[in-house]
């Protein structure tokens, strides 16, 4: 077990007009739950991740501890700092590391609406450098920035769009590739692991953290931001999937084919092309994991899919509790009654099941979402949860509910506890292969 990190030695970011990030010399680290700001425990410490990213939160005024008072304080100025606003510094965390803090900023004079990112609470120690609030959730190595080299990646793409320069998906995911760098689409180019299928320019849900749909009103009032990514714009062929799935399963190890992408709606509203899809598959091979990432609002399409040979199924879930889910998907024609019967389609239908929980922290840890959390586990025979960190403005998440959400009890905790009362429970971050 690595040494723990005091708390004591870890000193709060701050960053001005320049673009420069400066430690406080004398005042500590401070991160978020929800809106309340508190000191990080030893065990919530670990150094910055490679391959984080650090980002800038403008007109969000930096909190610290300001260990003479004992209090929480806004950071408003530093010696030697020309006298322009202080701002807020987050990290942003590479795949498999859940967060434990967000960063501890007032929002009172921001605004705009941050970009869809994962902020987390950063801070500085003179021995380690950058220290964050996380765990590493999930030990799979695939998804290191370290092998994905991009002058491999547009030889790849170069290569399937020659062998195949009619189909529409390949040139679709080689813009997802080398444009938004997306490592499932770098995957299928490299010829390895879990390899995207995005089926569906439609969904039915308006979720507020959609990464390829954001509504041009939103944007212009500055309730949104613009959508980071170009959703697909019509459906392929099956020809088209079965290009890009035959070859992906026959070459790859561990190969993984996942509909239900960032690129895209959901794509429970192209399940009858899922299903011709997978039943042509298992006609061809019984190799590879089919697995489809969806809201799962459809319990019969649900049950078809699981007939017609897919191997897995993941829910997109930030709460087990309707109150919590309903603003944040805000659903179009289905009820959130629909997601849990299709859960129970899953398992009935012999699908591995997993949920893809949106975490954020002061309200994934809250203690009513908790207590509805491991009922629900209890209740479908959940296989696996990914924990994700939720990619949205905390304040703009926080402002959706008119609930109670204190009382949090702290993810690290929640992960402790979820390990201690299901330990058949898989706690990651990405697609499991099936074998």
Request: overall charge negative; some cysteine; hydrophobic content about 40%.
């Amino acid at each position: 077990m690595s040494k723990l990190i005091d708390p004591d030695s870890v000193y709060a970011l701050v960053a001005n007009d320049k673009g420069e990030i400066i430690d406080h010399p004398t005042w500590h680290m401070l991160g978020a739950a929800g809106l309340e700001s508190r000191r990080p425990e030893a065990a919530e410490l670990i150094p910055l991740p490679a391959a984080s990213r650090l980002f800038f939160l403008p007109d969000c005024q930096p909190l610290a501890w300001n260990p003479e008072t004992g209090k929480n304080q806004a950071i408003t100025r530093l010696d030697g700092i020309a006298a322009s606003p202080l701002i807020g510094v987050a990290a942003f965390l590479p795949p498999a590391y859940s967060r434990f803090l967000l960063p501890a900023v007032s929002y009172h004079q921001k605004e705009y609406t941050l970009p869809l990112w994962a902020y987390t609470a950063v801070g500085w120690s003179d021995e380690i450098g950058y220290v964050t609030c996380a765990c590493r959730i999930d030990e799979n190595q695939q998804w290191e920035a370290e092998f994905f080299d991009d002058n491999e990646v547009v030889a790849g793409v170069e290569k399937k769009l020659d062998r195949y320069p009619d189909n529409r998906l390949i040139d679709h995911m080689s813009r997802c590739a080398i444009d938004y760098h997306c490592f499932a689409a770098k995957n299928f180019f490299l010829e390895r692991w879990e390899c995207p299928l995005p089926v569906s320019p439609s969904c039915n849900a308006n979720c507020i953290g959609c990464l390829s749909y954001q509504e041009e009103e939103a944007i212009e009032n500055g309730e949104s931001c613009p959508a980071s990514h170009d959703r697909i714009n019509f459906v392929p062929s099956l020809e088209e999937l079965l290009e890009v799935a035959l070859p992906h399963i026959e070459i790859a190890e561990n190969p993984v084919l996942s509909f239900g992408q960032g690129c895209e709606g959901d794509p429970i509203l192209q399940a009858d092309r899922i299903c011709e899809f997978a039943r042509a598959v298992r006609r061809t091979t019984a190799s590879g994991t089919l697995n489809v990432n969806t809201n799962a609002s459809l319990p019969d399409k649900v049950s078809a899919m699981a007939e017609a040979g897919m191997d897995a199924i993941r829910v997109s879930l930030n709460s087990a509790r309707e109150e919590v889910y309903l603003p944040y998907y805000r659903p179009r024609n289905y009820a959130f009654a629909d997601v849990m019967e299709s859960l129970e389609r899953a398992k009935r239908g012999g699908l591995h099941l997993a949920l893809n929980l949106l975490v954020i922290p002061g309200v994934t840890d809250s203690e009513r979402e908790v207590e509805a959390l491991l009922e629900m586990i209890s209740r479908y025979h959940i296989d696996q949860i990914q924990l994700r960190n939720l990619c949205i403005d905390p304040r703009q998440y926080f402002d959706l509910f008119n609930i109670d959400l204190t009382r949090p009890t702290g993810i690290i905790n929640l992960i402790k506890r979820l390990r201690r009362e299901f330990p058949k429970l898989h706690l990651g971050y990405f697609n499991r292969y099936l074998g």
